[in-house]
Structure formats: structure tokens, C-alpha cells
T-cell receptor, first 112, second 116 residues
Framework: AQSVTQPDIHITVSEGASLELRCNYSYGATPYLFWYVQSPGQGLQLLLK??????LVQGIKGFEAEFKRSQSSFNLRKPSVHWSDAAEYFCAVGDAGNMLTFGGGTRLMVKP | EAGVAQSPRYKIIEKRQSVAFWCNPI?????LYWYQQILGQGPKLLIQ????????DSQLPKDRFSAERLKGVDSTLKIQPAKLEDSAVYLC??????????????FGAGTRLSVL
């Protein structure tokens, strides 16, 4: 069975600082990987996805993620965080049947 | 393009009562999903529809939960009777259909259920 672990429940960064959110997955075949963001009271918005090819994936709002097969990781990064990035971030793995399994989420707080 | 619509946004009920949630997916999206998101956790898939047929409902507690998508468009999720542990946000998502590139899931804002 597939699974996703997001080791950091909460992260606080200063505005303008760089950000890295960790995601580790377990899946028997080639994974399809996603990062979603959820603002309070809102649904999930897709930030970026990895299906195949280039292991560095660019997304919306200046986010990027790198797929590392050897480490079973798909970490999300942003070079300079803005206050509006404060939200909860979810990593997910999809299987061939298009079923998504989500991690527990990381809540990002941004200090002014 | 209109997004996934869900109603109501909030619902408060007492245990053992029944409740229903409604979802209208993005126009043209054949696949519809219901997720349960308990506070502090990631969403968990309850049921997936392809048009009006069920693809997967293995994690749906069928003794109390039911869902339908009779005309292959909008869908209803029902809980009867509700338990305290059903307190959660119920998210609906839709995608164009099967196939990797078509299966980007778009989420509604959810219905927050509180069972007292």
C-alpha cells in the first residue's frame, strides 16, 4: 500500500527566508507525486505535480519540488517566502488507478 | 471556469441524526471524489465515481455512509446516523477522467461537519 510521510507538522519561517517542506513516500512502482496547498476554510489547490521526466518540477506561486528516487522524497522549496504563503501544505502520491494518498500535512507560519 | 461547488459550508448536528452534503463538479468532469479530512490530518478518500458508477468505495463506512451520483453530474454524500467521530471537513473533488494527464483533481471548499 502506498503511504506519504510529512515529518514536520509545523514550520515557522521569517518572511523573505527560504523554505523547504519535506515529503517521503512509499510506493512500489513509479510514483505520481503532487503538492497541494490549503488556506483556512478553503479547499486544496494544486501547486505542482511530477509524473515523469525532469526531476525538478516548477509550480505556481514560485514553488518548486525535486523528485529523488534514491531517497523516496519529493521536497517542496521556495527561495523567498511571502506572508501570503502561510497555509497548510499536503504532499500526495497517486497510483495508476488515479487514487491519491495524502500525507498528514505541514502547517507553515510566516513571521513578519 | 466555475470550480467545484459544495453545500452547505457548515453543518452542526447531534449524534444519531442524519446529514447530507451536496457537490457539483466542474462541468465536463467525469470523475468525482469524496474525501474526509479530520482536523490535523490529510484528506482520506471515501469514494470515487466515474460518471454514475462507483470505482472505489473501499474506505466508505457503508453501515452509515452512502453516496450517489445518479445522473453522472452532481453527487450527494449522506451520513445516517452520525457519530461524534464523523466530525470533519468533507471535501469533494473532480477531474476530467481516467488517464494520468486528465486526472488532476480540483477541490471544492468543503463542508465542515460538527457532531455534538
Amino acid at each position: 500500500a502506498q503511504s506519504v510521510t510529512q515529518p514536520d507538522i509545523h514550520i515557522t519561517v521569517s518572511e523573505g527566508a527560504s523554505l523547504e517542506l519535506r515529503c517521503n513516500y512509499s510506493y512500489g512502482a513509479t510514483p505520481y507525486l503532487f503538492w497541494y496547498v490549503q488556506s483556512p476554510g478553503q479547499g486544496l489547490q494544486l501547486l505542482l505535480k511530477y509524473f515523469s521526466g525532469d526531476t525538478l518540477v516548477q509550480g505556481i506561486k514560485g514553488f518548486e519540488a525535486e523528485f529523488k528516487r534514491s531517497q523516496s522524497s519529493f521536497n517542496l522549496r521556495k527561495p523567498s517566502v511571502h506572508w501570503s504563503d502561510a497555509a497548510e501544505y499536503f504532499c500526495a502520491v497517486g497510483d495508476a488507478g488515479n487514487m491519491l494518498t495524502f500525507g498528514g500535512g505541514t502547517r507553515l507560519m510566516v513571521k513578519p | 471556469e466555475a470550480g467545484v461547488a459544495q453545500s452547505p459550508r457548515y453543518k452542526i448536528i447531534e449524534k444519531r441524526q442524519s446529514v447530507a452534503f451536496w457537490c457539483n463538479p466542474i462541468s465536463g468532469h467525469a470523475t468525482l471524489y469524496w474525501y474526509q479530512q479530520i482536523l490535523g490530518q490529510g484528506p482520506k478518500l471515501l469514494i470515487q465515481f466515474q460518471n454514475n458508477g462507483v470505482v472505489d468505495d473501499s474506505q466508505l463506512p457503508k453501515d452509515r455512509f452512502s453516496a450517489e451520483r445518479l445522473k453522472g453530474v452532481d453527487s450527494t454524500l449522506k451520513i445516517q446516523p452520525a457519530k461524534l467521530e464523523d466530525s470533519a471537513v468533507y471535501l469533494c473533488a473532480s477531474s476530467l477522467g481516467p488517464g494520468l494527464l486528465k486526472n488532476i483533481q480540483y477541490f471544492g471548499a468543503g463542508t465542515r461537519l460538527s457532531v455534538l
